[in-house]
């Protein structure tokens, strides 16, 4: 069982820049895929950045060039470095850990984190 645990909201102008971190627990890390997704009032959760177990990323073409999704093995922990932020930012977002083997697959989330863009 993995747990996540982000932090690193909150209220911000438009123009301006948050860090996010989602720290993990209870799993080897390293293996897995891990995801940044949020998710707006009213709205689906959406896949914003993911980067691979061998550090492969994509990005959400929303956030392309503003956005970067970063992890560090040694702290357990996933980064997303969200610049030049805009208000339609503005969402709930939540942290995702995913792997799959020949016999299942397995994914986790964190509680979320409140990111607030003012214009």
């Known amino acids: 069982q993995v747990r996540l645990v982000e932090s690193g909201g909150g209220l911000v102008q438009s123009g301006g820049s948050l860090r996010l971190s989602c720290a993990a627990s209870?799993?080897?890390?390293?293996?897995?895929?891990l995801e940044w997704y949020y998710q707006a009032p009213g709205k689906q959760r959406e896949l914003v950045a993911a980067?691979?177990?061998?550090?492969?990323?994509n990005y959400a073409d929303s956030v392309k060039g503003r956005f970067t999704i970063s992890r560090d093995n040694a702290k357990n922990t996933v980064y997303l470095q969200m610049n030049s932020l805009k208000p339609e930012d503005t969402a709930v977002y939540y942290c995702?850990?995913?792997?799959?083997?020949?016999?299942?697959?397995?994914?986790?989330w964190g509680q979320g984190t409140q990111v607030s863009v003012s214009s």
């Open positions: 995702n850990a995913n792997r799959r083997d020949l016999r299942s697959a397995y994914e986790y």
């Open positions: 209870g799993g080897t890390f390293r293996i897995y895929t």
């Open positions: 980067i691979t177990s061998g550090g492969n990323t």
